[in-house]
């Protein structure tokens, strides 16, 4: 069992993150890593590269060698992510943040930055991809590899999450991607998350984040999942994916009258 601390919460509450050192144990971290890898191999990468194209200069730009390597719905995959997804130490961990026991999944994701040429994200929220009315939208960022600046770790704005839904520059600027204004916002400002294998970060959708280039030797492998309480509920944004509304834990109060009104109808 992994209940934060009092500290803990009030550091979650006051920053809008918190680092959960050593929250994936070492064998099934390791089982999540192997297939993880093994997944990569199975894909047709040269269809899954992605990059950032935006204004600033500093960023990659779409001929860049620099690339991110994307597969989203990792546990339609392999039955080791959905295991991993009711990890119970994660989710005593979430249910202490997201401050309800009824969590519900909204969809996983991997990102592999390869050494040398890992693309770097501009600074941005989540919140833009899937509003919700409450914003008890959440993430959970396994670390799957130690991560620093130099192999394109996570970099936060401590507090960012209390300032609301910031002005979205992609859209305005013609780009598929959502982020804040990068003068206001510059990487350069912001804080690192250097983490270990194992370590997990959980962030408010409204936390403004993003990652340097890896320009190291080594990769930087991670594995997200994206969670809301089951009461709150979408505003727009993205489709939903599917696994969208499986219940990772408690009940679906909301789901059990929708149902019970089909019936009925």
Do not use: C
Request: aromatic letters at 10%; zero cysteines; proline letters at 6%.
């Amino acid at each position: 069992m992994v209940r934060l601390t009092k500290e803990q919460m009030e550091f979650y509450k006051e920053n809008g993150y918190i680092l959960l050192k050593n929250l994936i144990k070492e064998d099934e971290l390791k089982k999540v890593s192997d297939e993880y890898d093994d997944l990569f191999r199975r894909k047709n990468q040269s269809k899954m590269e992605s990059s950032w194209v935006g204004s600033d200069e500093n960023f990659r730009q779409s001929d860049s060698p620099y690339t991110v390597k994307g597969i989203h719905n990792l546990q339609m995959h392999h039955a080791v992510f959905g295991k991993l997804l009711y990890n119970d130490d994660l989710l005593d961990a979430l249910e202490d943040v997201m401050g309800t026991k009824n969590i519900m999944l909204h969809h996983t994701k991997a990102h592999y930055k390869p050494p040398e040429k890992g693309a770097s994200y501009p600074m941005h929220q989540d919140f833009p991809y899937f509003p919700y009315e409450k914003d008890s939208m959440v993430a959970a960022f396994i670390h799957l590899d130690d991560s620093n600046p130099e192999n394109g770790g996570l970099f936060v704005y401590p507090g960012s999450h209390k300032l609301g839904p910031l002005e979205d520059f992609g859209p305005k600027e013609g780009s598929s991607f959502h982020y804040v204004d990068q003068k206001k916002f510059p990487i350069e400002r912001a804080t690192p998350v250097v983490a270990e294998a194992g370590d997990v970060v959980i962030f408010s959708y409204l936390l403004v984040h993003g990652s340097t280039p890896n320009n190291s030797t080594r990769p930087r492998r991670m594995f997200l999942i994206q969670l809301a309480d089951a009461h709150d509920k979408p505003k727009g944004g993205e489709p939903g994916q599917p696994g969208r509304g499986w219940m990772l834990r408690g009940v679906n109060l909301d789901r059990d009258a929708t149902v019970a009104k089909r019936a009925q109808d």
